[in-house]
């Protein structure tokens, strides 16, 4: 592939990114597979140097389930105490010291940086999993925008979805994608409302979208987007969202059933994320299990007005961050699934599961501060964004529990 001067669209903190190497607190290095490349591997093959060598021999392995050559032809087996093996006692990669940068994999050259390839252009953002990429992200008060340039792609590149929205006519809403995702992002960003608002008022659009694209009416789409920008400019939606129910011992149910499926002791290697477990089950129900008993309510609903709510009047911008990076990166809302309502409802479980986790930390720790609460989201998406099937369990149970429809995401949102 040529690399040279493209058209690259993106947030403006993809250019600001640098790694902070050994300063990292929670390195990608440690506790994730390791990816590598069929070209990186059979670089590794010739390495020169005696310890490189040795740790290549014991420690790389190709990989029999890989789905793609450029990306986890091999992988690096990591120690027992889950640190990539060439990851030394400062944290810097050992590769890196002594052969250079050009022997790192395409997945360790690219992390945290994520590059989807919409028509003809290269979208490019990052992944709050990393904590100095989150920090850019989700610290911004005014909000993400973005920009688009020509310029040179990076040679190890890495691409996640390939979409071309002008094929196959205009009656399928992959025509309609970047129209939908930046209503979607426009949404999210109208400081009007407040976020849970917004998110229902999405709900609202997917909703109406879903019952278009059943009856195969992708065509209506742009007059849908138009009809609800209408709505919000009229202010029609605060009337209807008043109507909508509030449910929280409903709500602390279904998402603590929710967080259940992520099997923490079973699956889960971070010490951080568990650690963030243990003050929420401790901080609503003061003891190992989430609880929904009528105290567990109260202190879950005390903490929410206490320590939630205050912190989301001064910094909402960082779940609002969150959720647009989201958005963008994940191609919202054709990323994760092919049916618009559930594509909503995982965006929903997202924001559900982050703020009854926050809820619970603040009532642990006595306050909910923005360092706080940006460390948790890194710390979640860590765990939740590599799970291997936590994700996907999440449509699934909502169907099987009959708890997707908006009033139901209305439950797990409003209190
Ligand atoms: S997680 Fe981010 S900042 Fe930390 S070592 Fe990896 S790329 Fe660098």
């Not at 990608?28 to 670089?43: A, E, H, L, M």
Request: charged share 25%; with cysteine.
């Amino acid at each position: 592939m040529n690399h040279k001067n493209k058209s690259i669209l993106g947030p403006e903190y993809v250019k600001q990114f640098r790694c902070i190497g050994s300063s990292c607190q929670d390195n990608c290095c440690i506790g994730w597979d390791v990816d590598i490349d069929k070209k990186t591997y059979y670089k590794y093959q010739k390495f020169k140097e005696e310890d490189l060598m040795r740790l290549f021999k014991s420690s790389v392995h190709q990989n029999r389930e890989a789905y793609s050559d450029e990306v986890d032809f091999a992988k690096v087996k990591l120690k027992k105490d889950k640190r990539c093996p060439f990851l030394n006692d400062e944290n810097l990669c050992i590769i890196q010291a002594k052969v250079g940068e050009n022997y790192l994999s395409n997945v360790c050259a690219t992390y945290p940086r994520f590059t989807n390839l919409v028509d003809d252009v290269y979208e490019q953002s990052a992944t709050v999993s990393c904590p100095e990429a989150a920090r850019l992200i989700l610290k911004n008060k005014l909000g993400l925008s973005f920009a688009s340039e020509t310029a040179d792609l990076g040679l190890q590149t890495i691409i996640m979805y390939e979409v071309d929205t002008r094929i196959s006519g205009q009656n399928s809403m992959i025509n309609h994608l970047l129209a939908l995702r930046q209503f979607s992002i426009s949404v999210l960003q109208n400081r009007d409302y407040t976020l849970a608002d917004r998110l229902l008022i999405l709900g609202y659009f997917y909703s109406d979208l879903q019952k278009l694209t059943d009856r195969k009416r992708a065509l209506d789409i742009p007059g849908l987007i138009k009809v609800h920008n209408e709505k919000i400019r009229d202010e029609k939606f605060r009337e209807e969202i008043k109507g909508l129910p509030v449910r929280i011992s409903d709500q602390m149910k279904i998402v603590s059933e929710i967080a259940s499926q992520l099997h923490v002791y079973d699956e889960i290697d971070s010490k951080r994320f568990i650690a963030f477990n243990e003050d929420c089950k401790n901080g609503i129900s003061g003891a190992k299990q989430h609880g929904v008993r009528s105290e567990h309510v109260k202190n879950y609903s005390d903490s929410y007005r206490m320590n939630y709510e205050p912190f989301m009047a001064k910094h909402g911008y960082v779940l609002e961050n969150y959720l647009v990076n989201y958005v963008f990166s994940s191609l919202f809302p054709a990323g994760e699934s092919q049916k618009p309502f559930e594509a909503y409802s995982l965006l929903v479980a997202r924001y559900a599961l982050i703020k009854y986790y926050l809820v619970g930390i603040a009532a642990s720790k006595r306050g909910l501060n923005e360092k706080l609460a940006i460390e948790f989201i890194q710390v979640f998406s860590k765990a939740v964004e590599h799970h291997k099937t936590f994700l996907e369990s999440i449509p699934s149970y909502l169907q099987r529990k009959k708890q997707n429809t908006l009033n139901d995401m209305s439950i797990l949102l409003k209190h």
